[in-house]
C-alpha cells in the first residue's frame, strides 16, 4: 500500500495532486505542522529530515516532490510528456517549484 504524509498549505500539494491525477491507489497520513508533528519519534521514523512529503510505498520511503513526482510520473506515464523538449520542460518546472 501507498501512504502520502502530507499537510495541508505546504508544497507536498503537488504530490497528493500527482497521486490524485494518476489515479494511483494510495492512503493519506495528515501532519499538523503547527502541532510539530512533522518533529513527533513516529514521523522522524518515517522521513527523518522531518519534511514533507513522504510517499511509503510497501516500506520503501521516497522523500522531496521532484523525486515523488517523477516516480509518479513513471508508474502514470500519462503524466509525463513523451519528447524530448517537453521532458526538459517539465523539469524545468519541477526546479522551479522545488527551489
Known amino acids: 500500500?501507498?501512504?502520502?504524509?502530507?499537510?495541508?498549505?505546504?508544497?507536498?500539494?503537488?504530490?497528493h495532486i500527482a497521486l490524485e491525477e494518476a489515479g494511483a491507489p494510495f492512503d493519506t497520513a495528515r501532519l499538523n505542522l503547527m502541532a510539530g508533528d512533522q518533529r513527533s519519534p513516529e514521523y522522524l521514523a518515517v522521513n527523518e529530515r522531518g519534511?514533507?512529503?513522504?510517499?511509503?510505498?510497501?516500506?520503501?520511503?521516497?522523500?522531496?516532490?521532484?523525486?515523488?513526482?517523477?516516480?509518479v510520473a513513471r508508474l502514470y506515464p500519462a503524466l509525463w510528456p513523451e519528447g524530448p523538449r517537453d521532458?526538459?520542460?517539465?523539469?524545468?518546472?519541477?526546479?522551479?517549484?522545488s527551489t
Request: charged share 15%; glycine share 4%.
Open 1 to 15: 500500500m501507498t501512504t502520502l504524509y502530507y499537510a495541508p498549505g505546504a508544497c507536498s500539494l503537488a504530490s
Open 51 to 71: 519534511r514533507v512529503p513522504a510517499l511509503v510505498e510497501d516500506g520503501w520511503v521516497l522523500t522531496e516532490n521532484t523525486a515523488i513526482l517523477r516516480h
Open 87 to 97: 521532458q526538459a520542460i517539465a523539469d524545468e518546472w519541477l526546479a522551479w517549484l
